[in-house]
């Protein structure tokens, strides 16, 4: 029976989840194993733990352990931000027209903006727990940046940010919010890593990206004593300290009787998607339900439907492991469109193994049409949406637009990653009507997977 759904349903706190939940224990086919780029072999644990924090490093290569209890530290802190609502999206369902029933979850509720804070609060507790004096990363928007600093801030850690150039310069303001909460920001590619300055010397002007961040990130950690690097998305303990956004998620829909038939999120490293999937896709690999899942990424960096499934470098200047996931190789320099938490080449290795199985679904979305969903969805539905999140509502409102040519009353959730506030530049473009459309040519994602050699 479905009962009266408020318009927000909020869990208690004893409904929070107290254990995170790791996709890959129901998982028939595991992901492929990190491998050691030197060696060509699997990475151990005593290898992994040189870059990462130990217990990180435990969950990155646990496949088998099906929860993790939360600790108490991470459990308060939550409670500060959380539970996000699960929100009946009326007012866009009747803006519409549809008989579908939209959902979703909104991780906009904190200071950073966004759901990173999840993974961010867990992984500064254990990098305090270790004693160490600092981590260091990289941040493409912004949002992994803003959460790392002010989970660093709480526990008392150094936290050095290196930032895509292209978003330092767009994103003053995420910068001040870093440096507010005490993080040292450097935008890259710089000339304070060996590697950033070999980019720099081979493209010179370069924007930057995501995967050469990642290099000078990880080069400065572990060539400073007590630092290690954190990743705000694509390894798999990111996906299971995101699971959370699931949990509730799946707890809010079972207290209302709520089935969801199709869910929806913005895959840029696959850390949203994968947590707010994860149980559902748990039930779905026990036999116990159904549901459709769907991937959607930016036409100007579509790993999933237009790269190749394959061991990759995760960065730019190849020092970090091999992984086994869809990747455009790892020398794609994505045009710099504006949903900047997007521009990945690679993917998560566990959405990568499902989505090759047939378990998930994938699609592209152009930069133009995401703006008017964004628009579509900011007017009815109050929230101002970061474009990465925006990639998820043009999904979302384009199932329930063929719900209305069908008439079938789907129930459709999707994930609300973010807002768009220090988005304006990009709403700005939309509005001026000066904003494009790239797609990268067959010839330029051709010339990038053939430069994949491991
Ligand atoms: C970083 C970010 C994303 C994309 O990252 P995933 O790891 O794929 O989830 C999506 N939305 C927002 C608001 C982000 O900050």
Redo the contacts with the bound molecule.
């Keep these: 029976m479905e009962k009266k759904i408020p318009y927000k349903i909020y869990l208690s706190e004893d409904e929070l989840p107290r254990d995170w939940y790791n996709v890959r224990a129901d998982m028939k086919i595991k992901p492929a194993p990190l491998l050691n780029p030197a060696t060509k072999e699997p990475m151990t644990i005593d290898e992994l733990s040189q870059v990462f924090c130990r217990e990180l490093a435990l969950q990155e290569l646990d496949n088998d352990t099906k929860y993790f209890p939360i600790p108490d530290e991470i459990l308060s802190f939550y409670k500060m931000y959380r539970p996000s609502p699960l929100v009946r999206a009326y007012f866009l369902e009747k803006a519409l027209d549809t008989p579908a029933k939209i959902y979703y979850k909104f991780e ?1 509720n904190n200071t950073s ?4 804070l999840n993974s961010a609060i867990a992984q500064a507790y254990y990098a305090k727990k270790q004693g160490l004096r600092g981590v260091t990363t990289e941040t ?2 912004g ?2 940046g803003t959460a790392l600093s002010m989970a660093c801030s709480y526990f008392d850690l150094d936290c050095k940010v290196y930032m895509v150039k292209v978003s330092y310069e767009q994103k003053p303001f995420r910068r001040e919010v870093m440096r507010t909460y005490g993080a040292d920001v450097t935008p890259s590619p710089s000339d304070t890593t060996k590697v950033g300055r070999e980019i720099l010397e081979r493209f010179p002007g370069t924007n930057g990206s995501l995967g050469c961040a990642i290099s000078e990130a990880v080069e400065k950690a572990v060539s400073t004593d007590g630092y290690r690097y954190v990743l ?3 390894l798999s303990q ?1 996906l299971l300290h995101q699971s959370v956004i699931g949990l509730e998620a799946m707890t809010a829909c079972d207290k209302y009787g709520i089935k969801p038939d199709i869910i929806i ?9 994968g947590g707010l999937i994860s149980p559902f896709m748990g039930r779905k690999l026990r036999g116990e339900a159904d549901y459709r899942f769907i991937a959607v990424e930016p036409a100007s960096c579509p790993s999933l439907t237009r790269g190749k499934y394959t061991y990759d470098f995760c960065d730019t200047g190849k020092v970090c492991p091999l992984q086994k996931m869809y990747t455009l190789g790892s020398q794609f320099m994505p045009s710099p469109n504006h949903a900047g ?2 521009r990945y080449h690679g993917m998560s290795s566990i959405l990568s193994e499902l989505y090759d199985e047939g378990l998930m679904e994938a699609r592209s979305v152009e930069q133009t049409s995401v703006f008017e969903a964004a628009v579509q969805f900011a007017k009815v539905e109050g929230t101002l949406p ?1 474009p ?2 925006s990639h998820a509502i043009r999904a979302a409102i384009d199932e329930a637009l063929e719900c209305k040519k069908t008439g079938e009353e789907k129930t459709i959730l999707f994930g609300l ?2 807002t768009g506030y220090f988005d304006m530049v990009a709403y700005q473009k939309y509005n001026d009507g000066e904003m494009s459309d790239y797609i990268p040519t067959d010839e330029e994602i051709n010339k990038s997977l053939s430069a994949i050699n491991i």
């Design positions: 906009g903006g966004s759901h990173k493409g928007a949002q992994w705000g998305s694509v990111v999120g913005c895959a840029g490293g696959g850390s949203n998607l938490g997007l970061a990465e999140s990653t973010g």
